[in-house]
């Protein structure tokens, strides 16, 4: 199948901000959902943000407000910009990718369950206090 590469983590201070990008190869954003998660060591994967391919979103509560994910079909890439960043969400980050293209409840769900079936290597996001 495709292939996804995260890239963009990095060390921040709490209340500062990144932006995460996967490179997408392979995938047909018209006819894929792509997704953002996250684990943190000794914690079960946790769904932050989705998108479908006309670009309707889904966010966890934890990250409404603060964090937007955003597709640029041009370049082939996923975004996650995050801000005011806590401790808590200090977590290796993972891009993902399904079929299906529809927004709304089912992306919701599919974010809520990690039902996702092709994912990066991960980018690791460290935030200090």
């Known amino acids: 199948h495709g292939q996804l590469v995260e890239s963009g983590g990095g060390s921040v201070q709490a209340g500062g901000s990144l932006r995460l990008s996967c490179a997408a190869s392979?995938?047909?954003?018209?006819?894929?959902?792509m997704g953002w998660f996250r684990q943190a060591p000794g914690k079960e994967r946790e769904g932050v943000a989705a998108?479908?391919?006309?670009?309707?979103?889904s966010y966890a509560d934890s990250v409404k407000g603060r964090f937007t994910i955003s597709l640029d079909n041009a370049k082939n890439t996923l975004y996650l910009h995050m801000n005011s960043l806590k401790p808590e969400e200090t977590a290796m980050y993972y891009c993902a990718a399904d079929h299906g293209s529809v927004g709304g409840p089912w992306l919701m769900s599919k974010l809520i369950l990690s039902d996702f079936g092709y994912w990066g290597q991960g980018t690791q996001v460290t935030v200090s206090s």
């Open positions: 998108i479908s391919s006309d670009s309707i979103t």
């Open positions: 392979g995938y047909t954003y018209s006819t894929y959902c």
